[in-house]
């Protein structure tokens, strides 16, 4: 089993930066693919980004040139560098890792851009 814990999230006004983390603990021999995703009200969880265990990532459109998605395998921990933020990033943002084909949870972090 792999549990997963975010932290990071908050108020911030527009324009302004947040740091995402997620660390994975349990029984891990490797992580394969890292993501974040998100849920606004009203809104299906839409994936935010990706990244594998080469380094090799994914942005949705609306967050490219804004958002980092890094990881640092040796803690098992995923992160999300959120800058220029807007209220429409305003959302719970979601961790998500594949461990051997089977992916785990986070429970969920609220971010709250205030324009």
């Known amino acids: 089993q792999v549990q997963l814990v975010e932290s990071g999230g908050g108020l911030v006004q527009a324009g302004g930066s947040l740091r995402l983390s997620c660390a994975a603990s349990?029984?891990?021999?490797?992580?394969?693919?890292m993501r974040w995703h998100r849920q606004a009200p009203g809104h299906q969880r839409e994936l935010v980004a990706t990244?594998?265990?080469?380094?090799?990532?994914y942005y949705v459109d609306s967050v490219k040139g804004r958002f980092t998605i890094s990881r640092d395998n040796a803690k098992n921990t995923v992160y999300l560098q959120m800058n220029s933020l807007k209220s429409e990033d305003t959302a719970v943002y979601y961790c998500?890792?594949?461990?051997?084909?089977?992916?785990?949870w986070g429970q969920g972090t609220q971010v709250t851009v205030s324009s």
């Open positions: 349990g029984s891990i021999f490797s992580i394969d693919t």
């Open positions: 998500n890792v594949e461990v051997f084909g089977k992916n785990y």
């Open positions: 990244i594998i265990r080469g380094g090799g990532t």
